[in-house]
C-alpha cells in the first residue's frame, strides 16, 4: 500500500519560509516522479513542482520558480519542498503526488497522478 504523508505546513508572515516534507511508504522515490500540487479556497488545484524518477530533472511552475526549491532525499524516500519569500497568494493546502511513470512535465493534469498525500496547510499572513 502506498502513503505519502506530508509535514510542515503551517503559518508564516509575508517573506517567511517553511519546508515541507513527504514520507513515502510502499513506492521509492527513486523510480517513480514525484511532486507537488497546491490548492487555495474556491482554486482548482494547480501544479508547483516536480521532480523525475533520477532526480536530474526538476520543474517549476512558472510563477514560482526562483523561490520554491524541490529536493528528495533517497535514503529517507522522502521529497521536500523548500519555499522561501512567501506571499499571502501562496496560502493553500499542499499535497505530496506521485506517478506511476519515471518521468514527469508541468503541464501534466492532477488526474496523471495515482497516489496523494492528505495534504498540510501552509498559511500566509500579512
Known amino acids: 500500500q502506498v502513503q505519502l504523508v506530508e509535514s510542515g505546513g503551517g503559518s508564516v508572515q509575508v517573506g517567511g519560509s517553511l519546508r515541507l516534507s513527504c514520507t513515502v511508504s510502499g513506492r521509492t522515490v527513486t523510480k517513480h516522479a514525484m511532486g507537488w500540487f497546491r490548492q487555495a479556497p474556491g482554486k482548482e488545484r494547480e501544479f508547483v513542482a516536480a521532480i523525475s524518477w533520477s532526480g536530474g530533472s526538476l520543474y517549476y511552475a512558472e510563477s514560482l520558480k526562483g523561490r520554491f526549491t524541490i529536493s528528495r532525499d533517497a535514503a529517507k524516500n522522502s521529497i521536500y519542498l523548500q519555499m522561501k519569500s512567501l506571499k499571502p497568494e501562496d496560502t493553500a493546502v499542499y499535497f505530496c503526488?506521485?506517478?506511476?511513470?519515471?518521468?514527469?512535465?508541468?503541464?501534466?493534469?492532477?488526474?496523471?497522478?495515482?497516489?496523494w498525500g492528505q495534504g498540510t496547510q501552509v498559511t500566509v499572513s500579512s
Open positions: 503526488v506521485s506517478r506511476p511513470g519515471q518521468e514527469t512535465h508541468p503541464d501534466l493534469p492532477p488526474s496523471d497522478y495515482d497516489y
